[in-house]
C-alpha cells in the first residue's frame, strides 16, 4: 500500500548502464542492462540510458521502452565531450551550418524512441549552442535535403564497439 502511494506521487526512473552487463552484446536480454523485465513491470514511468553516435547499444532496448509508453531520456549524448572532437562530426557539422554539439544532440533527438535528452549544459553559451539541435531537430523532421542522410550517415561512421567505447569511457581521467 505504502508503495503505491508512493508511486502516484514520484514518478520513477529505470536507468540503465551497459557497461554492467556481463554481455553487452548479448540478445539473451532485450533490455541494455541485463534486466529483461525491468521495463515491463509497470513500476518505472521513465528510462535513462546512455545512446549517442558512438554508443547505440540501448537504441532497440530503447524503442521497447518507448513502445510500452515509458518516457526515454538520454543522457551522454555527446560521450562525455568526446564526439565534439571527432573530426567525422565536425564536418558533418560544417556541412549542415549547425554547431557540433547540436548536431550530436539531434542525432539522439532523432532517434525512433523519441528520447529527451540531457544536454549537460552548464553555461549560457553552451546552452544556446545545445538549442540549435531543435532547428537540426526541425530541419531533419521536415525532410529537408541531405539532413536525414548526413545523421544517418553519422550513425554508421561514428558506432564504436560497446566494449571498446566503454574501456575507453572507464579510462576518462575523471573517472
Given amino acids: 500500500e505504502v508503495l503505491r502511494k508512493v508511486i502516484q506521487i514520484l514518478t520513477l526512473t529505470l536507468s540503465l548502464n551497459p557497461n554492467r ?7 539473451a536480454h532485450p533490455n541494455p542492462n541485463g534486466h529483461p523485465k525491468a521495463c515491463g513491470l509497470g513500476i518505472f514511468d521513465s528510462v535513462q540510458a546512455t545512446w549517442n ?13 518507448a513502445e ?6 538520454v543522457k551522454e549524448a555527446m560521450a562525455n565531450g568526446r564526439l565534439l572532437r571527432d573530426p567525422r562530426l565536425t564536418k ?3 556541412y549542415l551550418k549547425a554547431p557540433a554539439d547540436a548536431v550530436a544532440l539531434a ?3 532523432a532517434q525512433p524512441f523519441n528520447p529527451m535528452v540531457l544536454s549537460g549544459a552548464v553555461t549560457v553559451a553552451q546552452l544556446e549552442s545545445n538549442a ?4 537540426l531537430l526541425g530541419r531533419f523532421q521536415s525532410g529537408e535535403a541531405g539532413v536525414r542522410e548526413a545523421l544517418e550517415a553519422l550513425k554508421v561512421e561514428l558506432r564504436m564497439n560497446v ?3 566503454w574501456a575507453e ?3 576518462l581521467t575523471w573517472n
Fill in 21 to 27: 552487463n556481463p554481455n553487452p552484446n548479448s540478445n
Fill in 53 to 65: 553516435l558512438y554508443e547505440q547499444n540501448a537504441g532497440e532496448a530503447l524503442c521497447e521502452a
Fill in 68 to 73: 510500452s509508453g515509458m518516457e526515454v531520456i
Fill in 92 to 94: 558533418t557539422a560544417e
Fill in 107 to 109: 542525432a539522439a533527438m
Fill in 132 to 135: 540549435v539541435a531543435l532547428e
Fill in 163 to 165: 566494449e571498446d567505447y
Fill in 169 to 171: 569511457r572507464k579510462a
